[in-house]
């Protein structure tokens, strides 16, 4: 059974707070992937990796970094977490290459920073 | 990728078969037609994809117009479980990225 598997399902944090957000899979995928989604906006993507060290910038990267040492992990960093960055987010895995392949998700993290 | 449009919401009696209708107009010659769903506070499931033909998997069929400008996911015999946001898809990128926009919110009622 294919998986992708999030470190936490639910997250608290201080503004301030450097975020650890971690995703493994275990289908051995070349392309992984960060989005947040918020209410009324949908799923929108922060960072995209599509091999070990190699990452691009998605739609709203401002405050997120990324960090993928291993195929199989791929980590969203909050440098220093705001309020607006509360939201649901949630970590994807595809092959490449992916226009005849379908991308995996996680269960989500949601994370309230306070 | 290509843009897609689906009604806001639709309904279903359960046991009924539910036709979720997607347009993608300006879908291109190597696109990919694909279909998510995501049941409240999960992450997207994957359903099903196809470039030109029909197609059938265990969860549900996807119907594609000969010009593929249009597309319809059915769902043969909806339950109560298959209540979610369905999101169609298109992509012709070998990076991957999916562009979700609304959806459709698909409610069975009992």
């Known amino acids: 059974d294919v998986k992708v598997t999030q470190s936490s399902r639910y997250l608290v944090k201080r503004t301030g707070e450097k975020v650890f957000l971690e995703c493994v899979q275990d289908m051995d995928h070349e392309n992984m992937f960060w989005y947040r989604q918020d209410p009324g906006l949908g799923l929108r993507l922060i960072y995209f990796s599509y091999d070990v060290k190699m990452k691009e910038k998605g739609d709203i990267p401002e405050g997120y970094s990324v960090s993928r040492e291993k195929k199989e992990r791929f980590s969203l960093i909050l440098e220093s977490a705001s309020t607006n960055q509360t939201s649901m987010y949630l970590c994807?895995?595809?092959?490449?290459?992916?226009?005849?392949?379908?991308?995996?998700f996680g269960q989500g993290t949601r994370l309230t920073v306070v | 990728d290509a843009k897609t449009t689906q009604p806001p919401s639709m309904d279903c009696a359960e046991g009924r078969a539910a036709n979720l209708p997607c347009n993608h107009s300006t879908i291109s010659g190597n696109e990919y037609v694909y279909w998510y769903r995501q049941i409240h506070s999960q992450g997207p499931q994957y359903i099903i994809h196809?470039?030109?033909n029909n197609e059938t998997n265990e969860m549900a069929s996807l119907i594609i117009t000969e010009d593929r400008k249009s597309s319809t996911l059915i769902l043969p015999h909806a339950t109560l479980r298959d209540t979610a946001v369905y999101y169609c898809i298109v992509k012709g990128s070998t990076l991957g990225r999916l562009y979700f926009g609304r959806g459709t919110q698909l409610t069975v009622w009992p």
């Open positions: 196809g470039l030109k």
């Open positions: 994807a895995s595809s092959l490449y290459p992916a226009s005849n392949t379908e991308a995996f």
